[in-house]
């Protein structure tokens, strides 16, 4: 069958090229899909991956070559601007993909239903049209501010709807859409529909689009929100866009200061002056320096130039120049090494770089590093937290410190028998871990005191989590659903954040769910079972973009996974690499995924339990980890 992804593409480049990018940075043509069969085309760009493009125009229905794709063209009709003034383009840009009749039965409510499109769409001809049924997953509405707001919490139910298609009256070989039905929702016959294939970079409709806000608790650092940037408009349009996206404020679920409610964009659009962008607002009732850092981080992937920041036109005395603002993103550390320095494992009970060529960090020479399962590294490899099996079906938990430390102290208050330890977590920039036990998430630090329950009331059972790289966020397996919450800031115990933000894991069978880890800043990899085996999916974490790993088809479960994202300064890095240990028996093996899946090779174990003495027998690395 036809790649429905590249199908997409070629049918917009058909539209008298409108799709190719040009302007400030022009986006890169390959990307992930929003759904429906698996697609592999590269690893596809992050977040902030080439920046403001020109085109971004939908499909022209008068080129549709079946029912089938006008149906397709359709799902993408409504791409474009979402300011409201907007809007009316968007229904009638709609609306020409309609008979008469239908389009005056249709009144579309003002937010975008984005949907992921399961399967292919069938069409079945009759005496005087074509039905086209298709398989529709209703993701969330897309609003002013860029954001998908996800449905209600838990999968997202699978809707058949019906399309009725004409042939065109007024152009031969044409066809039009002449009634639209789905019994189980009726509200998708008048929504404006949007395919989610058309939010990330490839079809040049929309690209994933980061904005920058300071937490609450704390000004240690940002954390990033995401938004889709259409690419239709001008440059300082969607410039423009991304502030406006800033200023319309955060999700309730993401622990952050919102900008002050009356703080708006003067003008219609931002200005270019004397080769600076003008961001001119209204009074900013804030400290200028903070919200310069959040300008030029939220407008980086698509203008890394000087900004002039302006008050009811009074430029402010705050520097929009300079690279001073990079150090304020928790995930941009420059002591992450993406070369490979960071990677761990635990072999023959032992934990130890995973290179050959890597030192070994002080703290792994001790006793204590022996009759390992999990371990983790803290960023600046000080620390270390191993999971050890004591026998008897007991583990426990122990945390180091090298140099002058105090060595190795075990962490009291985790449950005394438990054969699902996961692996531990440092916290960037703290002396604290997290660990799951008992499908549990417990806190411990290095003080000594007992370990902390932390789950969220409301939620029974955790399969795994993943620390995300700026520290203020958490990906779960939260009883068998995908979810994103906050995480509380360095200087209070930890808190998980409530509400969380649930989303549907696509392709996976319900309640296979296994592992969790950040990819990117706006995305996780998560672990499940599809129809024929084991495998991989790459989700933006609303759930609305997702990409199939389709060589990783394993029929072993995968009982681990990490990944190492890559800094958000570097624009173009894609997906970073992943980790991961699949389970066979009680046997288990591990395999990297960078372009490609491949099982890590054998190592030479060592003959004592600290990872310094000679060469020995191979073994077998497991639970692959990078530096936290």
Same mark, same amino acid.
């Given at each position: 069958?036809?790649?429905?992804?590249?199908?997409?593409?070629?049918?917009?480049?058909?539209?008298?090229?409108?799709?190719?990018?040009?302007?400030?940075?022009?986006?890169?043509?390959?990307?992930?899909?929003?759904?429906?069969?698996?697609?592999?085309?590269?690893?596809?760009?992050?977040?902030?991956?080439?920046?403001?493009?020109?085109?971004?125009?939908? #499909?022209?229905?008068?080129?549709?070559?079946?029912?089938?794709?006008?149906?397709?063209?359709?799902?993408?009709?409504?791409?474009?601007?979402?300011?409201?003034?907007?809007?009316?383009?968007? +229904?009638?840009?709609?609306?020409?993909?309609?008979?008469?009749?239908?389009? &005056?039965?249709?009144? #579309?409510?003002?937010?975008?239903?984005?949907?992921?499109?399961?399967?292919?769409?069938?069409?079945?001809?009759?005496?005087?049209?074509?039905?086209?049924?298709?398989?529709?997953?209703?993701?969330?509405?897309?609003?002013?501010?860029?954001?998908?707001?996800?449905?209600?919490?838990?999968?997202?139910?699978?809707?058949?709807?019906?399309?009725?298609?004409?042939?065109?009256?007024?152009?031969?070989?044409?066809?039009?859409?002449?009634?639209?039905?789905?019994?189980?929702?009726?509200?998708?016959?008048?929504?404006?529909?949007?395919?989610? !294939?058309?939010?990330?970079?490839?079809?040049?409709?929309?690209? #994933?689009?980061?904005?920058?806000?300071?937490?609450?608790?704390?000004?240690?650092?940002?954390?990033?929100?995401?938004?889709?940037?259409?690419?239709?408009?001008?440059?300082?349009?969607?410039?423009?866009?991304?502030?406006?996206?800033?200023?319309?404020?955060?999700?309730?679920?993401?622990?952050?200061?919102?900008?002050?409610?009356?703080?708006?964009?003067?003008?219609?659009?931002?200005?270019?002056?004397?080769? +600076?962008?003008?961001?001119?607002?209204?009074?900013?009732?804030?400290?200028?320096? =903070?919200?310069?850092?959040?300008?030029?981080?939220?407008?980086?992937?698509?203008?890394? !130039?000087?900004?002039?920041?302006?008050?009811?036109?009074?430029?402010?005395?705050?520097?929009?120049?300079?690279?001073?603002?990079?150090?304020?993103?928790?995930?941009?550390?420059?002591?992450?090494?993406?070369?490979?320095?960071?990677?761990?494992?635990?072999?023959?009970?032992?934990?130890?770089?995973?290179?050959?060529?890597?030192?070994?960090? +002080?703290?792994?020479?001790?006793?204590?590093?022996?009759?390992?399962?999990?371990?983790?590294?803290?960023?600046?490899?000080?620390?270390?937290?191993?999971?050890?099996?004591?026998?008897?079906?007991?583990?426990?938990?122990?945390?180091?410190?090298?140099? &002058?430390?105090?060595?190795?102290?075990?962490?009291?208050?985790? #449950?005394?028998?438990?054969? &699902?330890?996961?692996?531990?977590?440092?916290?960037?920039?703290?002396?604290?871990?997290?660990?799951?036990?008992?499908?549990?998430?417990?806190?411990?630090?290095?003080?000594?005191?007992?370990?902390?329950?932390?789950?969220?009331?409301?939620?029974?059972?955790?399969?795994?989590?993943?620390?995300?790289?700026?520290?203020?966020?958490?990906?779960?397996?939260?009883?068998?659903?995908?979810?994103?919450?906050?995480?509380?800031?360095? &200087?209070?115990?930890?808190?998980?954040?409530?509400?969380?933000?649930?989303?549907?894991?696509?392709?996976?069978?319900?309640?296979?769910?296994?592992?969790?880890?950040?990819?990117?800043?706006?995305?996780?990899?998560?672990?499940?079972?599809?129809?024929?085996?084991?495998?991989?999916?790459?989700?933006?974490?609303?759930?609305?973009?997702? +990409?199939?790993?389709?060589?990783?088809?394993?029929?072993?479960?995968?009982?681990?996974?990490?990944?190492?994202?890559?800094?958000?300064?570097?624009?173009?890095?894609?997906?970073?690499?992943?980790?991961?240990?699949?389970?066979?028996?009680?046997?288990?093996?591990?395999?990297?995924?960078?372009?490609?899946?491949? =099982?890590?090779?054998?190592?030479?174990?060592?003959?004592?339990?600290?990872?310094?003495?000679?060469?020995?027998?191979?073994?077998?690395?497991?639970?692959?980890?990078?530096?936290?």
């Amino acid at each position: 069958m036809a790649d429905r992804r590249k199908v997409l593409r070629a049918m917009l480049l058909g539209t008298a090229g409108a799709a190719v990018p040009s302007g400030l940075a022009a986006l890169a043509s390959c990307g992930v899909p929003g759904g429906g069969r698996p697609i592999v085309d590269g690893a596809g760009p992050s977040v902030g991956t080439g920046g403001v493009s020109s085109g971004g125009n939908p #499909p022209d229905p008068h080129l549709a070559v079946s029912a089938v794709d006008l149906v397709q063209r359709y799902l993408l009709a409504v791409a474009g601007p979402l300011d409201d003034e907007y809007r009316n383009t968007l +229904q009638s840009s709609a609306r020409t993909f309609m008979t008469p009749d239908q389009r &005056n039965r249709w009144a #579309p409510r003002t937010d975008i239903t984005v949907v992921r499109v399961i399967g292919d769409p069938i069409g079945r001809n009759g005496s005087t049209s074509t039905t086209v049924d298709i398989k529709l997953q209703p993701l969330g509405s897309l609003g002013n501010s860029g954001a998908l707001t996800p449905n209600a919490p838990g999968p997202a139910p699978l809707v058949s709807c019906q399309f009725e298609v004409i042939v065109n009256p007024d152009r031969t070989g044409g066809w039009l859409i002449d009634n639209i039905t789905s019994p189980a929702d009726r509200s998708l016959a008048s929504a404006m529909l949007l395919s989610s !294939d058309a939010l990330d970079v490839g079809l040049g409709l929309f690209t #994933p689009q980061l904005v920058y806000y300071w937490p609450t608790a704390d000004s240690e650092g940002l954390v990033p929100d995401l938004r889709y940037l259409p690419v239709k408009g001008s440059d300082v349009q969607k410039l423009t866009a991304i502030v406006n996206d800033l200023l319309s404020g955060p999700p309730d679920w993401l622990d952050v200061n919102a900008l002050p409610s009356g703080m708006k964009v003067i003008g219609p659009n931002l200005a270019f002056k004397d080769g +600076q962008l003008v961001v001119n607002l209204t009074t900013p009732g804030q400290d200028p320096n =903070r919200l310069m850092t959040q300008l030029r981080w939220s407008l980086y992937s698509s203008y890394r !130039d000087r900004v002039q920041l302006q008050a009811n036109y009074q430029p402010q005395p705050v520097a929009g120049s300079g690279a001073d603002f990079l150090k304020w993103n928790l995930a941009d550390q420059p002591s992450r090494d993406p070369r490979g320095a960071d990677e761990f494992c635990v072999a023959g009970g032992v934990v130890r770089p995973l290179r050959s060529d890597t030192p070994v960090p +002080q703290v792994l020479n001790s006793s204590l590093n022996g009759s390992v399962v999990w371990a983790a590294l803290s960023r600046d490899k000080a620390w270390a937290a191993v999971v050890r099996d004591t026998g008897g079906g007991r583990y426990g938990l122990w945390l180091g410190q090298g140099g &002058n430390g105090p060595g190795y102290v075990q962490v009291a208050g985790l #449950p005394a028998k438990t054969t &699902n330890f996961s692996r531990p977590v440092w916290l960037p920039g703290q002396a604290r871990v997290l660990v799951l036990a008992d499908n549990r998430i417990w806190a411990a630090d290095m003080g000594g005191k007992a370990a902390t329950d932390i789950t969220p009331s409301g939620i029974n059972l955790v399969k795994a989590f993943s620390v995300a790289p700026d520290g203020r966020r958490i990906a779960l397996i939260a009883d068998d659903v995908p979810a994103i919450a906050s995480l509380s800031s360095t &200087n209070q115990p930890t808190v998980i954040g409530s509400p969380q933000q649930r989303f549907t894991a696509a392709v996976f069978e319900p309640q296979t769910l296994s592992a969790i880890a950040w990819t990117r800043l706006e995305r996780v990899i998560i672990a499940g079972h599809a129809p024929g085996g084991y495998g991989l999916v790459e989700m933006t974490i609303d759930g609305a973009v997702a +990409q199939q790993l389709t060589d990783v088809n394993l029929q072993d479960s995968i009982t681990h996974l990490v990944a190492y994202p890559p800094l958000p300064s570097v624009l173009g890095a894609g997906r970073g690499k992943v980790l991961g240990q699949a389970q066979v028996g009680r046997k288990a093996y591990s395999f990297e995924y960078v372009h490609g899946y491949s =099982r890590l090779p054998q190592l030479q174990a060592t003959p004592s339990p600290a990872p310094s003495g000679g060469p020995g027998h191979p073994v077998t690395p497991t639970a692959p980890f990078f530096a936290d």
